[in-house]
C-alpha cells in the first residue's frame, strides 16, 4: 500500500526491514514470501532481488518525513500478520521500528488495529469470490 510513493533508497531500506520482519520469528510462511513479492512489484524492484537484515540505526533518516514512515510501518505491520499470528518477536521489532520514527504507542496501536481492520476485509471479499 502507498509502496510506489517511496523513493528508491526508501524501498530497499522497507525490503530489509520487511526481511527484519519476516525472520524475526525464526519461521518463513510461504504467505510471508508472498506478500515480499507483491512488495516487490508495488515497489518496481527486481523480483530477484533478495532482502537482506538491516541496522534499525539511522533508520530514521532515511524514512524521513511523517509520510514515509507511516507507509513503512503499516505495510509491516501487515506483513506480521499475514501468517496468521502476531508473534511477540515481530511486535518487539515493530515497536522498536516505531519508536526509531517517533511514533507513539497510541499512534502505534491506532496503526495495528487499523491494519487489523483492513486484512478483515480483504479476508471478506476473499470469500465472497
Known sequence: MWL?????E??????GLAHNVVVSDG????????MLDEFKREMELNPEL?????????????????RSRTIALLNLLRLS?????FEIEEECLLKEVSGAFSITDDEFLLMDNWVKRLMALEDEAQSLM
Open 4 to 8: 510506489s510513493s517511496l523513493t528508491s
Open 10 to 15: 526508501q524501498r530497499k531500506a522497507l525490503l
Open 27 to 34: 519461521l518463513l510462511d510461504p504467505n510471508e514470501e508472498t
Open 50 to 66: 533478495q532482502s537482506e537484515y538491516l541496522e534499525l540505526s539511522g533508520i530514521e533518516q532515511v524514512f524521513d518525513s511523517r
Open 81 to 85: 500478520y499475514v501468517d496468521g499470528a
